[in-house]
């Protein structure tokens, strides 16, 4: 099946500054999404990116699924953003079954 | 995007009993999952809810230990039987949104479970 990696697994950062968290994937998706878990267990949709570039305020992603890589960045981290974002695809013979990657811990400091 | 609820939202059970979880969606929805995440660890799929049919589990589930139900397009059960402590997780529900035809996935808030 699919394999999904998530790099850095641990990211700490003191406020104000910016992050890139990539997830590299080993066959071609249909679907793929970035989630943030917040410290209380809920999972946050933050971009649905099979393809392209997205931007929503100070967090922006790109997907290259010629060559099966998306990166997630975040700008001018504040504390909230802390927590674990994971990238999640499908492959194109099951678009609803997600996968998910191992996750990126960040934690942000003030 | 739909709103989903899952009850309860925690519980501590003694192994060897179950604990139903129920997720609720305030719209009809074609496709709900149920995924588990251990302690520390990722999301995992444990089976497809199929309205009218039995649920389709992925590899290492079994309906003996997670029966599902999905008896209409807005609710769907899982339960976890005969619990030990191996089964201490986070319980999501989710469904495909169907938003002008995208398959991005929405999660419920999760039902945290311990047993002791």
């Known amino acids: 099946g699919i394999q999904v990696e998530q790099s850095p697994p641990d990211l700490i950062l003191q406020e104000g500054a910016n992050s890139t968290l990539r997830c590299n994937f080993s066959d071609s998706v249909n679907n793929l999404q970035w989630f943030h878990q917040n410290p209380w267990g809920q999972l946050i949709n933050l971009f649905y990116i099979p393809s392209g570039t997205k931007q929503n305020g100070r967090l922006s992603a790109t997907t290259v699924a010629t060559e099966r890589y998306s990166l997630l960045y975040i700008s001018s981290s504040q504390t909230t953003d802390s927590g674990v974002y994971f990238c999640?695809?499908?492959?194109?013979?099951?678009?609803?079954?997600?996968?998910f990657g191992t996750g990126t811990r960040l934690q942000v400091f003030p | 995007s739909a709103v989903i609820s899952q009850k309860p939202s925690r519980d501590i059970c003694q192994r060897g009993t179950s604990l139903t979880i129920q997720c609720q969606v305030d719209s009809q929805v074609t496709m709900m999952f149920w995924y588990r995440q251990q302690p520390g660890q990722s999301l995992t799929l444990i089976a497809t809810?199929?309205?009218?049919?039995?649920?389709?589990?992925e590899s290492g589930f079994v309906i003996d230990k997670f029966p599902i139900s999905r008896p209409n397009l807005t609710f769907s059960t899982l339960t976890v039987s005969n619990m030990s402590p191996e089964d201490s997780s986070i319980y999501l529900c989710s469904v495909v949104g169907l938003a002008g035809g995208s398959y991005e996935q929405y999660f419920g808030p999760g039902t945290r479970l311990t047993v002791t």
């Open positions: 809810a199929n309205q009218g049919s039995e649920a389709t589990y």
């Open positions: 999640a695809v499908a492959d194109i013979y099951n678009t609803d079954k997600l996968i």
